[in-house]
Structure formats: C-alpha cells, structure tokens
C-alpha cells in the first residue's frame, strides 16, 4: 500500500489576542478544508512551537456549530431564535434603521463595538473607518493594555524593549504576571533554552501555582495586588547589598538619591505583610537578580488585571534599572513592542476624516452606558444601536447583570457579525455570519515580539460566510459612507499601508513571509537613552503625562505614587466577602474563544473556582460541591475545587466560560468591576472581593 501523501502547508499567522501572534504553517487540505496546524520554524520568534489549541484549529475552522447564512430574531432577545434570512435583505434592514436612528437621534447614538477577537490590523480595525466616515459613536478601548501599557511607558517613555529572542541569552529570567505555559508558549521556548545551554534561572512570579510557576527554579506566590511592594523590596536589597549599579543609575535614571532614600522603608519584612511571601523568598529573588547582570523581565498582561497594576508595572520594570540589566544583551524589561512598528493606518481605519469632538465612550462600561447611566454616556444621548464586531461583550465584559440589562433593552437595534452563537449572538436583531482568519486576507503583527506576518486567505468559507472587511464596505456603500478605503480589497489595503508605513509591498511580504522589524541593539536597549526629552529613566513618572496613545486620565490620578511604591487601592476583602477573585486565564481557552470546541471543552471540564484545602474546611465546603460566590454586583454558581498552590484568602476561577455553562445562566464577570483605575482606565478582571458558601 503507498503511504499517505502529505498535505501541502502554507504561510499563516494566528489572529488570536496574544501577544505571541505565532507564525504558522498550515495544512491545506482541499480549496474548503484546512488540516493539521503547526508553529513556522522560519520565523526565529515561534521557533515551530504553537500552543495545542492552535494545532488543532481545523477542529474550530469545520465546527458544525459555525454561523452560516444571516439571520434574523424571531423570539425574546437573548432567546437565541432566529431565522435565516438573505444577505440583501439583512443589509438593507441594517442600513435602513442606521439611517433612520442617526436621522431622529443623531450619528453618535449608533456605536460600533469591537476588540480583538482578530488582531489583524485589516478585518479588526477597518471598522472604524465606517465609524469615523459616519461619525457614528467614538470608542475608547480600556478592556486590556490601560493598566499594564502605561506602566512600562513611564519609566521607559516607549513601549518596547530588548529582542525577546533575548531570553535564550540570559543568566536569569523572571517571567512575571503571565501563565506562559498556557498563554505565551514561547516566551517559555527562550526560557527553556537559556537554562539548558546557559545553567540560567528562571524565576516565575505570579498569583496561584501555575504550570509555569512547576518549571520554574524559583517560584513566588503573592497575593494579586501586590507586586509593586515585591518589586520595592527588591530594589531595597539590592541597594542595601551594594548589588545597584551606581555608574548605570547615574546615567541613565532621573532621581536615583530619591528613590534609594524612598526604598529605605520598604524592606523585605515590610513587603512579606503584603505579599504573602517569606522574607527568605524575597531576599533569594533579590540576591539572584542582583547577581546576574544578565536578568531579562518578560512582564505580562496579569499586570493589567489590578487596579494598581501601572504602579505595579512600573515598580517592577524598575528593577533593571536598578541592576543596570538594560546595557547587557540578555538582560532588560520587556513587555510589549506595540511602538516598533510605526503604522500609518489611515486608509484602514480612516483618520483622515475623522472629526473632533465626537464623544468617545469606554468599552469596559458598556453595562452601564446600555443601561443610561449619564456619567458613563457622558451625559449624551442614550445608546439606540450596536453594530459589533470580533467580541463578545455579553460574556467577557463587566458587570455582566447591567450588560445583560442593556442588551435587553426592545430600543436598542443590535447587529452583531461573527462565527457562532456566542452569548452575546443570543441578543442580535440582525446576526450575520463571520469568516475566520484561514478564509481572508490580513496583516499582523507581534505584540511579544518583532515580527510583521501575513494571513493570506488559503481556503474558502463555508456557507454564505463574509469578512469584517466585506461587510463593513457593504454596509458604508449603503448608509453613504465615503473613503477610498471602501472601494480597496483587503489585499489593497495591505499593501497601502505597508508601503506608506515604510515596510515595503505586499508582494515583497508575500515572498518572504514575514519581516523581522526589530530595532538595533542599542535602541532597543535604550543605549542612547530612554525615550524621554532628558533620555532618563522615570523612576519618579508624570502619571498624567505618560504618552498613552488615545489615553483619558480616569481614576485618582493625583493620589498615584510619585516613586515605585504599593499603591492599596485594590478592592481588599472585607467582613462580609472576605475572599479576593481573580479570573485567571484556562489554558484550552482564549478569553471566549475555542469554549465552542469539544476537545477543549472535555479538557476544561466546567466552570471550577480554585480555592486552598484550609479556607474550604473554615467554610465547610467539600471538594467537587457546587457554591455560590456573590458581590455587591452579582451571583455565580459552580463547583469548589481544593487547591494547596494558592494563598489563603484568594480564590481563582480560570477562564471565560461561556454563560450557557453556568447552572444558572451567569458568567463569572458577572463579578467583575466596571470602575476607571488610574491613570487611563481599564477592567481590574482579577481584583475583585467576594463572599464563598455551598449551594
């Protein structure tokens, strides 16, 4: 018998929301099917390593479940009951009610709603060219980076940092705030290869016992909320034990004098109060950073989670400059390299014609602008249409009761464009069927490291599937909407911004596949300086002036530290919910996506809320029993799991299931904040209190 043929692969890059954006090859199977996944090992970056999930896409991309045909509600919103309708006729439907809403209520009542269920910069972004051509209602997008992304800017006043490949040239690693296990496999690829062809550490910090936190050779546990007094007790040991680099702080920092004066207090027995942490695990991280110059500190997103997660953010990139860990290749702070790539994405996203003073209102707030709350309409017209894209607000933002509410509302005109019945399909007028990245073309690139990538469209959609791409110029030709970018196909529009971003064409993208855009060494180093006008680095930051792209100072801004510091503004347990909650990402799942695929599904399991053997036996719950956690916001319902490898007093509930899962039909954001830290917003996904009894 011959032996099976193998499948031709091609290019790809994986369009989820994480930062890795691994370049992939891509079985093709047929001109409708995909097969088997893999990671590129062309690009340097994903080195032929993907997470399991992306492996198996094929299982996602031939769901039986996809969306397929439009369609239209015919029963109670929320109820899920449709029928099929043609594409013209939803089209027309959609136009002709944005025209009259805009007519009676005005443009700015009609809120296109998206986030990053694509980060392709084509089909994710092209819809605010609709926005900005209609001056439909401005967007302010809060859900993720506004905690963690000006943390590190005010220090290094940019938003990059060393090569990431860098970490395969370390001494020591500290992978901080982010389960790379499970969210950034490659991170934990440089890692590993530091420790086997360099004997280096890896030193993984973060809120319960992570698979990560099992590779790692030293492992801390804190409580959420407090890595800036870990990061300040730090820095006092290394100032203490004359391991500062006092030629580097001299430099290259503006107020080395303050902040040492400053740390004096901030010792390791007075950050042991807060972290949870002994004063021998503080002194041992300390020490070992403090003894390899080489220290590279890959900062993740967890830092984003908490209400002082900027203060935390800067407080921990700090260190290096501490240590000096910035002037040796290996070494530095790294978190994002969003600045690199100097995008000029007018022609997607059409900001030539955008108009001042359109209000722009705050993603993460979506419950309480639904639901009229006049500060957060910022004392506007109420809401009277949602066209969404590449999200799924009714599961995965905050304060899921009023979001709930808000969708409900018989006013509101909802249409939303995606690729099956997610919780918040449930409540479309107007449900139209979305392609996935196999099926269009886009443009990526790596938020985790320095590649640009391009998706080519490699199969067919199913169905009556569309683009994002397709519908938005659809839906601009017939509410009269006008920009060149409408009439331009998305190979086009790649190839325009390409070229007016200086990266070249899209044929010579399409040749090589990817291009590495990774800075020199010294400034990505900062060599010749950090990014502020003195080339200082910020211990002492102007949190109102950190430059935070699109940024709206929210929260206590003025109450902010002026140096590294812990900042008590989480949201602390009290008597009555004497637990904190964080909402940790599953490693099957990503935010709301692939909850829809079996085999993730069965590796999950269901919705568990971890909680230490002792705090269960306080509250006599049993192990596998389902409980309650309630708020001031709400109530969710699942099953207690014991679990030694957390701090008492914290619980962890991994992953964003979907509603439908829980017994009784709430999600676990129903337990989640919807308030505006300091200093740009942001949703505190893991600081939450909470109370915990058995059903």
């Known amino acids: 018998m011959n032996a099976p043929t193998s499948l031709p692969r091609r290019r790809s890059v994986c369009p989820h929301d994480c930062p890795s954006a691994c370049a992939l090859e891509v079985e093709v199977a047929g001109p409708d099917r995909i097969g088997r996944v893999y990671g590129s090992q062309e690009q340097s970056y994903t080195a032929g390593v993907i997470c399991a999930k992306v492996a198996r896409y094929a299982e996602r991309n031939h769901h039986p479940d996809r969306l397929l045909y439009p ?16 594409w013209e006729e939803a089209m027309n439907e959609i136009a002709t009610r944005f025209l009259d809403i805009e007519k009676t209520y005005g443009a700015d009542t009609i809120w296109p709603y998206y986030y990053a269920g694509t980060m392709g910069l084509v089909h994710r972004d092209g819809i605010n060219r609709l926005r900005n051509a209609k001056s439909y209602c401005g967007f302010y997008s809060s859900i993720c980076i506004n905690l963690a992304w000006p943390g590190y800017i005010a220090g290094t006043g940019k938003l990059q940092g060393p090569d990431p490949r860098e970490m395969a040239k370390a001494d020591c690693v500290v992978i901080w705030g982010t389960n790379a296990v499970a969210t950034q496999v490659n991170v934990m690829t440089h890692a590993v290869r530091a420790r086997k062809e360099r004997g280096a550490k890896i030193v993984a910090i973060d809120i319960y016992r992570t698979p990560t936190l099992d590779q790692a050779d030293l492992a801390l546990i804190v409580k959420p909320g407090s890595d800036g007094a870990l990061a300040c007790a730090v820095m006092h040991v290394l100032f203490r034990d004359g391991l500062a680099d006092r030629e580097f702080l001299a430099a290259h920092t503006d107020c080395p004098e303050r902040l040492e004066e400053h740390l004096k207090t901030r010792t390791p027995a007075w950050a042991a ?4 942490l002994s004063v021998e695990e503080i002194e041992a991280f300390a020490t070992l950073v403090g003894a390899h110059r080489k220290t590279y500190f890959r900062l993740g997103y967890g830092f984003s989670r908490q209400r002082n997660g900027a203060v935390n953010m800067h407080a921990a990139t700090s260190i290096a400059s501490v ?25 997607i996203e059409g900001l030539d014609v955008a108009k001042p003073g359109i209000r722009k209102l705050d993603q993460s707030k979506i419950g309480r602008i639904l639901t009229g709350d006049t500060e957060a309409l910022k004392q506007g017209a109420p809401i009277k249409a949602l066209f969404i894209q590449s999200t799924n607000p009714v ?14 509302r018989e006013d509101l005109f909802t249409v939303v464009h995606e690729q099956f019945m997610t919780d918040t399909a449930r409540y479309a007028d107007i449900l139209l069927p979305a392609t996935m990245f196999t099926e269009h073309h886009d443009l990526y690139q790596g938020g985790g490291h320095q590649y640009i990538g391009l998706g080519p469209k490699l199969i067919n959609p199913p169905g009556e599937c569309r683009s994002n791409h397709e519908v938005i110029c659809d839906l601009a030709k017939r509410v009269g909407a006008d920009h060149p970018g409408f009439v331009m196909s998305d190979r086009e529009l790649i190839d325009w911004t390409l070229q007016n971003s200086n990266w070249g064409t899209l044929e010579e993208l399409d040749e090589k596949g990817y291009i590495d855009a990774q800075p020199s060494f010294d400034d990505a180093h900062f060599r010749k300086g950090f990014a502020w006008k003195d080339g200082k680095y910020r211990f002492a930051p102007e949190w109102s002036r950190v430059p935070f792209a699109g940024g709206q100072a929210m929260g206590p801004i003025d109450d902010m530290p002026t140096l590294p510091d812990h900042w008590a503004v989480i949201e602390d347990a009290t008597s009555a919910y004497p637990f904190r909650l964080a909402t940790s990402p599953a490693r099957n799942y990503l935010n709301s996506t692939f909850t829809e695929t079996k085999t993730s599904r069965e590796r999950e399991g269901e919705p568990t809320v971890l909680i230490h053997p002792d705090d269960a036996q306080t509250h006599t719950i049993k192990d596998g029993v389902r409980v ?6 709400g109530a969710v319902t699942l099953k207690a799991k014991y679990f030694d490898g957390i701090k008492r007093g914290v619980l962890v509930a991994e992953s964003i299931w979907p509603n439908t899962a829980y017994v009784d039909g709430k999600g676990i954001n129903t337990l989640t904040g919807a308030d505006s830290p300091a200093p740009f917003g942001g949703a505190a996904f893991h600081d939450n209190r909470v109370a915990i009894a058995p059903v």
């Open 395 to 408: 599961s995965v933002a905050p304060e899921q009761t009023k979001v709930i509410e808000g969708f409900s």
């Open 273 to 276: 109060s807060i972290t949870g």
């Open 71 to 86: 369609m239209k509600r015919v029963g109670p919103k929320g109820s899920g009951q449709f029928t099929r309708i043609s």
């Open 628 to 633: 309650t956690l309630t708020n001031d916001r």
């Open 323 to 347: 240590t000096g860990a910035w002037a040796h290749e290996g070494g530095g702070a790294f978190h994002n390299n969003g600045a690199i790539y100097h995008w000029r994405k007018s022609m």
